[in-house]
């Protein structure tokens, strides 16, 4: 199982970032798939997650309306556009698969997820 994320990088406030998520090793059109991410000395959690025939979405209020979470079962790659970007969405950003809905705690540890993407916004 692998799941390489990718797309992170420094964005000014206001400004958009996709990232990208790599998945082989699974049944990628059959997985449920998330976006994840932790800040400093913050909870990691669930912020945005998709089934795994994309039909259905959820967001964490935090980014509800900025964010669009989306995947391409032909190519097992789960993106997630960030628009509008704030200074408090910098954070490590990981990409997670799972069961429908997905769980909102993190499992950092786990096969199914995978080694985050740096996102800083800042001027």
């Known amino acids: 199982v692998q799941l390489v994320e990718s797309g992170g990088g420094l964005a000014q406030p206001g400004g958009s970032l996709r990232l990208s998520c790599a998945a082989s090793?699974?049944?990628?059109?059959?997985?449920?798939m998330g976006w994840y991410r932790q800040a400093p000395g913050k909870e990691c959690g669930l912020i945005a997650g998709?089934?795994?025939?994309?039909?259905?979405?959820n967001y964490a209020d935090s980014v509800k309306g900025r964010f669009t979470i989306s995947r391409d079962n032909a190519k097992n790659t789960v993106y997630l556009q960030m628009n509008s970007l704030k200074p408090e969405d910098t954070a490590v950003y990981y990409c997670?698969?799972?069961?429908?809905?997905?769980?909102?705690?993190?499992?950092?540890?786990?096969?199914?997820w995978g080694q985050g993407t740096q996102v800083t916004v800042s001027s």
């Open positions: 997670a698969a799972g069961g429908w809905p997905l769980d909102y705690d993190c499992r950092i540890e786990s096969d199914y």
């Open positions: 090793g699974f049944a990628f059109s059959s997985a449920a």
């Open positions: 998709i089934n795994s025939a994309g039909g259905s979405t």
